[in-house]
């Protein structure tokens, strides 16, 4: 299984980020969520190595054009979990005694969904929102009709 890894340019310079991830407390803070972090080893202004209670893992900067490219990488310390097999012993199979009812008669179908009349659009803006049908965006740059004010809307 290959190791979780995240890489991203920062703007920012390499001695600026070393001295971010080679102090054990600003690392930390950073990795809070994978609980106590220990530096284990370090290589001057390119790669810290880290260590956690479930996890371990790198830091490495390495300087790009416009800042630094810095490559993420963790690895699960804790040991995978051995899957136990539970042998179940086979119970006798016993015959139904009659045959099952079906769950709904052969000849009703659920009813079918009542359909609402679709508007039209010389229908007034007022019956369609009495109707419970708001209108939609594209509604507010259709043409009225020559005469017809617009009316408002009470909410």
């Known amino acids: 299984m290959t190791e979780?890894?995240?890489?991203r340019t920062l703007v920012k310079s390499p001695p600026e980020l070393w001295a971010e991830i080679s102090d054990p407390d600003a690392l930390t803070r950073r990795?809070?969520?994978?609980?106590e972090i220990r530096i284990t080893r370090l290589e001057p202004e390119s790669t810290v190595a880290w260590e956690g209670?479930?996890?371990?893992?790198?830091v490495e900067l390495e300087a790009s054009g416009w800042g630094t490219k810095?490559?993420?990488t963790a690895q699960s310390t804790a040991?995978?979990?051995?899957?136990t097999v539970v042998e179940e012993e086979a119970a006798p199979v016993a015959a139904p005694a009659r045959a099952?009812?079906?769950l709904e008669p052969e000849g009703s179908a659920s009813p079918a969904p009542e359909s609402t009349p679709a508007t039209s659009r010389n229908e007034p803006l007022t019956k369609r929102v009495a109707a419970g049908r708001r209108p939609g965006l594209l509604s507010?740059?259709?043409?009225?009709?020559?005469?017809?004010?617009?009316?408002p809307v009470a909410d």
Do not use: C, I, K, M
């Open 53 to 58: 209670d479930r996890v371990r893992g790198t």
């Open 100 to 102: 099952a009812a079906p």
């Open 4 to 7: 979780p890894r995240a890489q």
């Open 70 to 72: 810095v490559t993420l």
């Open 31 to 35: 990795l809070s969520e994978l609980g």
């Open 79 to 83: 040991p995978d979990p051995v899957p």
């Open 140 to 151: 507010l740059f259709r043409r009225r009709p020559r005469g017809s004010a617009p009316t």
